[in-house]
T-cell receptor, first 115, second 111 residues
Framework: KAGVTQTPRYLIKTRGQQVTLSCSPI?????VSWYQQTPGQGLQFLFE???????NKGNFPGRFSGRQFSNSRSEMNVSTLELGDSALYLC??????????????FGQGTRLTVV | GDSVTQMEGPVTLSEEAFLTINCTYT??????LFWYVQYPGEGLQLLLK?????DKGSNKGFEATYRKETTSFHLEKGSVQVSDSAVYFC??????????FGQGTELSVKP
């Protein structure tokens, strides 16, 4: 079974630009979550999508948005990039539902550098 | 709000030494608890989990016990190897489903 696939692996963007990151979850998984990882703030939850609906949202500005398609693939968009948006963005998939004991499977991440 | 606190790193050990990485959590309910490991340049891999009090999760020689009375989930391994060098994250998952991570502990094992 293929794992979680994130594309691209690396991105370099200029301040003020926008960027779109993609995540393909494990087949059959309906929940996709996004996390930002930085040396200073660690791993922070961005949002979660389930069956094309945002089910949960972290404390990030509105420049960060996402969506999920009918095949469960998800995209994350960051508009008006700032230097502080440089981070590793991780996508995680899980079967779905709200059970606390279901584990999340992570992709390898997209390394975004804003210059 | 819910939070997870891990011991500061980096931790440097010799091969075959005993490992403990402390993790404590605060939560309004009874979350599930996880340990994830991150190798350089990679995403997170689930190492082990425990879903209720007194559960012991174990995998690849690592183990951790869910202690409700001390709100802890310490990671242990009896004999570490060079290949265990990585960053380890403790995480909790409560109602609502989002993972809350500790700050990570970098482990370096020397031959």
């Amino acid at each position: 079974k293929a794992g979680v696939t994130q594309t691209p692996r690396y991105l370099i963007k200029t301040r003020g630009q926008q960027v779109t990151l993609s995540c393909s979850p494990i087949s059959g998984h309906r929940s996709v979550s996004w996390y930002q990882q930085t040396p200073g703030q660690g791993l922070q939850f961005l949002f979660e999508y389930f069956s094309e609906t945002q089910r949960n949202k972290g404390n990030f500005p509105g420049r960060f948005s996402g969506r999920q398609f009918s095949n469960s693939r998800s995209e994350m968009n960051v508009s008006t990039l700032e230097l502080g948006d440089s981070a590793l963005y991780l996508c995680a998939s899980s079967p779905g539902g709200t059970a606390m004991n279901t584990e999340a499977f992570f992709g390898q991440g997209t390394r975004l550098t804003v210059v | 709000g819910d939070s997870v606190t891990q011991m500061e790193g980096p931790v440097t050990l010799s091969e075959e030494a005993f490992l403990t990485i402390n993790c404590t959590y605060t939560a309004t309910g009874y979350p599930s608890l996880f340990w994830y490991v991150q190798y350089p340049g990679e995403g997170l891999q689930l190492l082990l989990k425990a879903t209720k009090a007194d559960d012991k999760g174990s995998n690849k020689g690592f183990e951790a016990t869910y202690r409700k009375e001390t709100t802890s989930f310490h990671l242990e391994k009896g004999s570490v190897q060079v290949s265990d060098s990585a960053v380890y994250f403790c995480a909790s998952k409560g109602e609502g489903g989002k993972l809350i991570f500790g700050q990570g502990t970098e482990l370096s094992v020397k031959p």
